[in-house]
C-alpha cells in the first residue's frame, strides 16, 4: 500500500508565503497531486509533478523530489480565501495491474488570519 | 462545461434501504472512481474502474457496489446502508491518456446520512 503524510493543520498571516509538506512511501510512482477542498466541497485541482523540481502556477507553486519522497506545496501573498484544506495525492501503477490507484494523504488545514 | 454530475447532494435514509448514487461524466473519461471522505480518514478510495465493464476494488470496498455498463454511468450502489457508511461521497473521472494530467475531476459531492 501507499503511505502518505501531511501536517494535520498549519497556521499563517495573511500575505505571508507557507510550504505544505507531503512525504510518502510508495511503488510504482506515476505522479503527485495536490488539490485544494473548501470544507464541504469537491476537490479542485491545484498541480501535478512526476519529475523532480518545481512546478509554478501564479502564487502557487509544488516541488517533487522523487529520491526523497517528498514534495511540498508553496503558497505565496496568502489571501483570507486560501483557507482551506490541502491534499496531497499519488498516482501508482501497481505491477501488472495495467490500471492506475490515486491515493490521498489526510489533508493538512490552512487557517489564514489577519 | 466538463463536468462530473453526482445526484443526489444529500440523502438520509434508514438502516437496510437499498439506495443508489448515481455519477456521470461528459468527458468520455475512460477511468472513475468513488471516494468516501470522513474526519481524520481523508478521501478513501470504494470502487474504481479502467473502462466499461471493468472495474476493481479500492480500499474500502466492503458494503458497496458498482456497475459500469458505460463510459459515461458509474453508479455507487448499497444494497443494505448501515450507519458506519454515514459519510460524504465523491465521485471523480479522469484521462489515463493525457500525460500532463490535470488531475482527476470531481462531483460535487453526495452527503449521505443513515439512521
Known amino acids: 500500500g501507499q503511505n502518505i503524510d501531511q501536517p494535520t493543520e498549519m497556521t499563517a498571516t495573511e500575505g505571508a508565503i507557507v510550504q505544505i509538506n507531503c512525504t510518502y512511501q510508495t511503488s510504482g510512482f506515476n505522479g503527485l497531486f495536490w488539490y485544494q477542498q473548501h470544507a464541504g466541497e469537491a476537490p479542485t485541482f491545484l498541480s501535478y509533478n512526476v519529475l523532480d523540481g518545481l512546478e509554478e502556477k501564479g502564487r502557487f507553486s509544488s516541488f517533487l523530489s522523487r529520491s526523497k519522497g517528498y514534495s511540498y506545496l508553496l503558497l505565496k501573498e496568502l489571501q483570507m480565501k486560501d483557507s482551506a484544506s490541502y491534499l496531497c495525492?499519488?498516482?501508482?501503477?501497481?505491477?501488472?495491474?495495467?490500471?492506475?490507484?490515486?491515493?490521498f494523504g489526510k489533508g493538512t488545514k490552512l487557517s489564514v488570519i489577519p | 462545461e466538463a463536468q462530473v454530475t453526482q445526484n443526489p447532494r444529500y440523502l438520509i435514509t434508514v438502516t437496510g434501504k437499498k439506495l443508489t448514487v448515481t455519477c456521470s461524466q461528459n468527458m468520455n473519461h475512460e477511468y472513475m472512481s468513488w471516494y468516501r471522505q470522513d474526519p481524520g480518514l481523508g478521501l478513501r478510495q470504494i470502487y474504481y474502474s479502467m473502462n466499461v465493464e471493468v472495474t476493481d476494488k479500492g480500499d474500502v470496498p466492503e458494503g458497496y457496489k458498482v456497475s459500469r455498463k458505460e463510459k459515461r454511468n458509474f453508479p455507487l450502489i448499497l444494497e443494505s446502508p448501515s450507519p458506519n457508511q454515514t459519510s460524504l461521497y465523491f465521485c471523480?473521472?479522469?484521462?489515463?491518456?493525457?500525460?500532463?494530467?490535470?488531475?482527476?475531476?470531481f462531483g460535487s459531492g453526495t452527503r449521505l446520512t443513515v439512521v
Open positions: 471523480a473521472s479522469f484521462n489515463p491518456n493525457r500525460v500532463q494530467g490535470y488531475g482527476y475531476t
Open positions: 495525492a499519488v498516482r501508482v501503477v501497481p505491477s501488472g495491474a495495467g490500471s492506475y490507484q490515486l491515493t
